[in-house]
């Protein structure tokens, strides 16, 4: 049985994906964006097979950050610019409810990227990748990131230069998700340089801690 | 009101003398009272600096978090002032302690900078804060800004341990800090110094804090005086 609150946010969650299965915007702009990220590292690192156990793991999450924020960055600037913000405001709907649709939301879309990046960086580098490890730790940064930046997205829509804003936002906070994600990735793929440290705990405790301040806290941002 | 401003006015010069005062003697202690290092030798007295200038930093950046919280719980103005006001004194701070840091491990390192954990840490929090103060003058509204800087007020200030752990872990065979290890037994002139420093430090804080928040308040004061004023159709009219 689900309660009102699950209701609420399986009823934003269905009209997010429904709109974005049929515009395909946002999943479009991030993978073209990731690919493009890929394809630009290799240019300019000149990604040989024998350097890519050491700075593959920081090429593929580069990659994802970038493009997650591209994604991220439409959340609630294309719910404002087409009126429909306002709309979902006045909607009888918890706070952290819409959060946490939000949250899925992008989590959804972003774990897409991540799959297709994922294949297009093992085909292109020739990298031999262990996919359920892989996937997991992609899917527990994944799940920080888009925390923090489904919170930021709302704040930094109400600001003047909102494109720049978000990054400026977004990047500091989710230094240890780079680091942890990086580093277990590169524990995954083998590289020796990499330390074994409890990375994954570190992602989980962070995914925790964000997803529930941010719950708690986008009733502040989205006050009218 | 005019005479409780004026009363204040006179307690922060007082409190800006006292402070300028303290800091005067904390220099000549820390060239001429406390002992030059026998291992890192002259370069080790601008930690009588470096060290009181980060703890207040972290200190302005936890004002920062009661300061937000405080805001959000009874929405009132004075409290977002504060965390104003201290957000802009840490990220100086900060800012010190990076350029301080730098001259002391030019020599004691042989380089400006090093990925250290502590380093790294600290260049990450001052980009929180930095972000912050890019948000505050991006937000037209002023309620508006006042509610994002304080969510990110405790946004950011959650992420401190969570960042040092992440550093850390990421860069544990980089050695300590070297005045902990070189200093066993610290002889008393340099502990002296040391706390005459740092409480120059805290002064010049409180005495800053004072003259910022007074002059954020003087600010929000004159806005809602331009509003009233607009209202009647007076100003803008």
Do not use: C
Request: net charge neutral.
């Amino acid at each position: 049985m689900m309660g009102s609150f699950g209701r609420q946010i399986m009823a934003v969650l269905a009209r997010d994906l429904l709109l974005e299965w049929r515009t395909k915007d946002a999943l479009t702009a991030m993978l073209v964006f990731a690919l493009l990220v890929l394809v630009t590292f290799d240019f300019a690192l000149d990604l040989r097979p024998e350097i890519m156990s050491a700075v593959g793991p920081g090429v593929l999450w580069v990659a994802v950050v970038f493009a997650s924020t591209i994604g991220l960055g439409r959340t609630f600037a294309v719910e404002r610019d087409s009126g429909t913000l306002d709309g979902l405001l006045l909607a009888p709907l918890d706070r952290s409810a819409l959060f946490l649709a939000k949250l899925a939301g992008n989590l959804i879309v972003m774990a897409i990227m991540e799959i297709v990046t994922l294949v297009a960086f093992a085909v292109l580098f020739n990298v031999p990748v262990d996919p359920a490890p892989v996937l997991l730790i992609a899917l527990l940064g994944a799940i920080g990131i888009a925390a923090v930046g489904t919170l930021f997205s709302a704040v930094a829509s109400h600001t003047r230069a909102r494109e720049v804003m978000l990054p400026v936002l977004l990047f500091p906070v989710i230094v240890p998700v780079l680091i942890g994600g990086v580093q277990a990735t590169g524990v995954a793929l083998g590289n020796p340089v990499a330390r074994d440290m409890p990375w994954l705990s570190l992602l989980a405790a962070f995914d925790a801690v964000y997803v529930a301040a941010g719950a708690i806290m986008f009733e502040y941002v989205l006050e009218e | 009101m005019i005479a409780s401003a004026g009363r204040n006015a006179s307690l922060s010069a007082k409190l800006g003398w006292a402070t300028l005062a303290i800091t005067v003697v904390a220099l000549l202690m820390a060239i001429f009272y406390a002992p030059t290092d026998r291992v890192q030798g002259i370069a080790q007295r601008i930690y009588y600096f470096h060290v009181p200038m980060a703890i207040v930093a972290y200190l302005s950046f936890f004002v920062v978090l009661v300061a937000s919280v405080m805001y959000l719980w009874t929405r009132d103005m004075k409290w977002d002032r504060r965390a104003r006001a201290s957000v802009e004194l840490g990220v100086v701070f900060t800012t010190l302690v990076l350029i301080t840091g730098s001259i002391w491990g030019k020599p004691i390192w042989n380089t400006w900078w090093t990925w250290d954990a502590r380093l790294t840490s600290t260049l990450v929090l001052w980009f929180i804060y930095v972000a912050y103060i890019m948000l505050r003058s991006y937000t037209p509204d002023v309620e508006r800004g006042a509610r994002f800087g304080a969510v990110l007020g405790i946004i950011g200030f959650i992420d401190v341990p969570i960042v040092h752990f992440s550093v850390t872990w990421w860069r544990t065979l980089h050695p300590g800090p070297v005045v902990l290890q070189a200093s066993p037994a610290a002889p008393p002139q340099t502990t002296e110094t040391f706390l005459v420093a740092m409480l120059a430090a805290v002064l010049f804080y409180i005495w800053l804090m004072r003259v910022r928040t007074g002059l954020e308040e003087a600010r929000d004061e004159n806005r809602e005086l331009e509003q009233e004023l607009a209202l009647r159709g007076g100003l803008y009219a």
